[in-house]
């Protein structure tokens, strides 16, 4: 099954530019994570304010295990796109495709 989904998200990518896909699907998917682990992680730190115990609950878990997966998504979608860059500067081609080129005279 996790073929499947790998084959369709290949084949989906494929038909795009590859500049900038990595940072925009994992950077986005590290900020909504890590941002919702910071609320929640907000959220238990006002209760302990408040002077409530939050050892002992599975969300102080959640909301560090959420900032954690939210920042390694991150620095995913930055190194893919390091990669990416090497890739293209390396083999001196162009991470982009021109339809056409007008050549201007004059001016």
Known sequence: MLDLVTLSFMLYFAKKPFSMMPGRLFGT????????GGVTGIYLLVLKLMGQSIG????LIVAVLMVTVGVQ???????GELMLRIYFESSGRKSYMSREV???TGL
Not at 30 to 36: E, K
Not at 56 to 59: D, E, F, V
Not at 73 to 79: I, K
């Open 73 to 79: 998504s991150m620095m995913t979608g930055m190194l």
């Open 56 to 59: 002992n609950r599975p969300l």
């Open 102 to 104: 007008i050549k201007r």
């Open 29 to 36: 998917t590290g900020v909504i994570i890590a941002g919702l």
